[in-house]
């Protein structure tokens, strides 16, 4: 297989070296900085070849693409991508705005191509064993859920200029709401579509960004449960947690724990499960479904149609809080 990696920052170079790991060797590296592309060199291994302009490497037969430029310019890579035949692994979000998607999508369909996103905590054990608990109704009717995603901006790449990364800039598509959008996606997956929204979205902390840094929002789902989802980028403790409240029981579960812990009303006492997987497996196991669904293996768990439900729920978000009123997320296109 040919794979063409657009993009090779952080997550970029995470997944050429774990495409390599897969044992893809005919993998291509694109970015404008040449001081990225040689980082690629060093780290991953100098057989990656390297260039600076996607559209010359299209010319040659492509299996896939991963498209991991800022946020904004994701449907504009992904669309040139699946114009030359490749199917797509686009970082999430999918876009910072619902124009171009439904085209892109059907565009996909058209060649039979697959359209996946990154939303790789669907891959993580400890979460497929909270889905397990309620799929199996382990604490009854689920009446509310609460989730917090918050870390401190400036931490998560020590080695460079926050102010300077995609992640600080508004127009970029960077900000809590979107880049933290995981936390929609795992209340999504787990409990349902959305029935009504209402968000408060903006910057209020002294992080030198003009993107958003945090995100509060209360949501109805159709399921009936009630949820709350927190996302910021300047919580100093980093905290990923999320809490489920059932008529039988609870469920907690601590990301940098990596612990799921259920409790059960008629034991009265907590259940603690320790699990020892790797951050990095999330993101093999994604590659890993993707490659597999090029090759004609079942469809990825999070398809463009999916996402575009998670960025429908964002977007909803916004417009919520900028007009201080509950909303309706928009109805995803069909398949």
């Given at each position: 297989m040919r794979i063409i990696v657009v993009g090779c920052g952080s997550i970029g170079k995470r997944h050429l070296g774990n495409l390599k790991a897969l044992g893809v060797e005919n993998l291509v590296a694109v970015?404008?900085?040449?001081?990225?592309?040689?980082?690629?060199?060093?780290?991953?291994g100098?057989?990656?070849?390297?260039?600076?302009?996607?559209s010359e490497q299209l010319k040659s037969k492509c299996d896939g693409v991963v498209v991991c430029v800022p946020t904004s310019i994701h449907l504009d890579v992904a669309k040139e991508a699946i114009k030359s035949g490749a199917s797509v692994l686009i970082e999430k979000p999918l876009s910072n705005t619902s124009e171009g998607v439904p085209e892109l999508l059907s565009l996909a369909k058209e060649s039979s191509l697959v359209v996946a996103v990154g939303y790789t905590y669907r891959f993580w054990p400890a979460l497929q064993k909270i889905k397990y608990f309620l799929e199996n109704d382990q604490i009854g009717q689920i009446y509310s859920a609460n989730i917090i995603?918050?870390?401190?901006?400036?931490?998560?790449?020590?080695?460079?200029?926050?102010?300077?990364?995609?992640?600080?800039?508004?127009?970029?598509?960077?900000?809590?709401?979107?880049?933290?959008?995981h936390a929609i996606d795992i209340m999504r997956w787990l409990f349902g579509e959305?029935?009504?929204?209402?968000?408060v979205n903006g910057t209020f902390s002294k992080l030198e960004i003009d993107s958003d840094d945090l995100a509060e929002i209360i949501v109805r789902f159709h399921s009936g449960v009630i949820g709350s989802i927190h996302m910021d980028i300047y919580g100093r403790h980093h905290r990923k947690e999320l809490s489920i409240q059932g008529e039988l029981g609870n469920i907690y579960w601590d990301f940098y724990k990596n612990t799921v812990a259920l409790y059960q009303a008629n034991l009265e006492k907590w259940e603690v499960i320790q699990f020892e997987d790797?951050?990095?497996?999330?993101?093999?196991?994604?590659?890993?479904?993707?490659?597999?669904?090029?090759?004609?293996?079942?469809?990825?768990?999070v398809d463009g149609y999916d996402a575009l439900k998670t960025l429908s729920f964002a977007l909803a978000a916004i417009e919520s809080s900028m007009n201080d009123k509950v909303v309706e997320p928009f109805g995803a296109i069909d398949k």
């Open positions: 970015d404008t900085r040449k001081d990225r592309l040689q980082e690629v060199t060093e780290r991953i100098s057989e990656i070849l390297c260039s600076d302009k996607l995603f918050s870390e401190y901006l400036p931490d998560w790449h020590p080695w460079e200029d926050y102010r300077s990364w995609f992640m600080a800039k508004k127009e970029l598509g960077g900000g809590a709401l979107l880049d933290e959008s959305a029935r009504t929204i209402y968000g790797d951050r990095n497996d999330m993101f093999l196991n994604e590659v890993r479904h993707w490659l597999n669904a090029i090759q004609g293996g079942p469809k990825v768990p």
